[in-house]
């Protein structure tokens, strides 16, 4: 199987980038992170680099497709924010999200991980059959039918946590039960809260059937989030995954 990788990284209308993205192949497992960081000024930042250049280190140094390498990765950066913390005062505060995926090409397998309200979609003939669930307040008033999705979104209450990277009480990451059996034309997509609420789940899944390529899906996609122009508009990044690059959805 070949993957096809890209990724897409933007401000919105913020004065700073607080996302991060990443990925890398190692013995034929191409490993894919996401991360969306907050605390004020410089910690956001500092937080989601540090997620992501640890998530991808520790999965280079241990390259295994499966649930308990991504749990260690992610709990091995959130032991490295927490390290920073108490070395810089003024980043105490700083947490972060994080969503990291590894695909075996080879064994056309993948599994991934979570903490926080960055999102993994997986896609199968254009239509989303896996989605991972936020670590959210509004999520768990979502589940249990007292709101929907559209009455929260673009609300604050919606960014809520109760659990991110930089806590030193964070519960352990949710990570896959088992690896999940990838075909040929499947596409992930790992994004941040501010890509994802700005569009749809029926926006993405039409712009994944119109699309030659994961460049021109990510783009599309821009696209509508810029048409829409939000005030204010959070950072947004999106990182997409094509299984059999250069085939349609």
Same mark, same amino acid.
């Given at each position: 199987m070949q993957?096809?990788?890209?990724?897409?990284?933007?401000?919105?209308a913020?004065?700073?980038n607080?996302?991060?993205?990443?990925?890398l192949?190692?013995?034929?497992?191409?490993?894919?992170?996401?991360?969306?960081g907050a605390?004020?000024?410089?910690?956001?930042?500092?937080?989601?680099?540090?997620?992501?250049?640890r998530v991808?280190?520790? +999965?280079? %140094?241990?390259?295994?497709?499966?649930p $308990?390498? @991504? =749990?260690h990765?992610?709990?091995?950066a959130n032991?490295a924010?927490?390290?920073e913390q108490?070395r810089?005062?003024?980043?105490?505060d700083?947490r972060a999200?994080?969503i990291a995926l590894?695909?075996d090409a080879?064994r056309?397998?993948?599994?991934w991980?979570?903490?926080?309200d960055?999102?993994?979609?997986?896609?199968?003939?254009?239509?989303?059959?896996?989605?991972t669930?936020?670590?959210s307040?509004?999520?768990? +008033?979502? %589940?249990?039918?007292?709101?929907?999705a $559209?009455d @929260? =979104?673009?609300?604050f209450?919606r960014?809520?946590?109760?659990?991110a990277?930089?806590?030193?009480d964070?519960p352990?990451?949710t990570?896959?039960?088992?690896?999940?059996?990838?075909r040929?034309?499947?596409?992930?997509?790992?994004?941040?809260d501010g890509?994802?609420d700005s569009?749809?789940?029926q926006?993405?899944?039409?712009e994944l059937?119109?699309?030659?390529?994961?460049?021109?899906?990510?783009?599309?996609?821009?696209?509508?989030?810029?048409d829409?122009?939000?005030?204010?508009?959070?950072?947004?990044?999106?990182?997409?995954?094509?299984?059999?690059?250069?085939?349609?959805?």
């Amino acid at each position: 199987m070949q993957l096809g990788v890209t990724a897409l990284s933007r401000p919105g209308a913020r004065p700073a980038n607080e996302d991060a993205c990443g990925f890398l192949s190692r013995e034929g497992i191409c490993f894919c992170v996401v991360a969306d960081g907050a605390g004020g000024h410089r910690g956001g930042a500092t937080a989601s680099k540090i997620v992501v250049s640890r998530v991808l280190t520790w +999965l280079r %140094d241990n390259p295994r497709c499966d649930p $308990e390498a @991504l =749990r260690h990765a992610i709990l091995a950066a959130n032991h490295a924010v927490l390290v920073e913390q108490r070395r810089d005062p003024q980043l105490a505060d700083m947490r972060a999200t994080v969503i990291a995926l590894a695909v075996d090409a080879q064994r056309s397998m993948a599994v991934w991980g979570h903490m926080g309200d960055s999102r993994l979609y997986l896609f199968r003939d254009s239509a989303v059959i896996q989605r991972t669930n936020d670590h959210s307040l509004a999520q768990q +008033l979502i %589940d249990t039918g007292y709101v929907s999705a $559209e009455d @929260l =979104r673009g609300s604050f209450q919606r960014a809520r946590l109760y659990a991110a990277l930089g806590d030193p009480d964070a519960p352990s990451p949710t990570v896959s039960a088992a690896a999940f059996a990838v075909r040929e034309g499947d596409a992930f997509l790992l994004c941040t809260d501010g890509w994802w609420d700005s569009l749809d789940t029926q926006d993405i899944e039409r712009e994944l059937s119109n699309a030659a390529s994961a460049d021109d899906w990510l783009r599309a996609m821009e696209r509508e989030i810029i048409d829409r122009r939000r005030p204010g508009q959070d950072n947004y990044t999106a990182l997409a995954v094509w299984c059999n690059e250069g085939e349609g959805r």
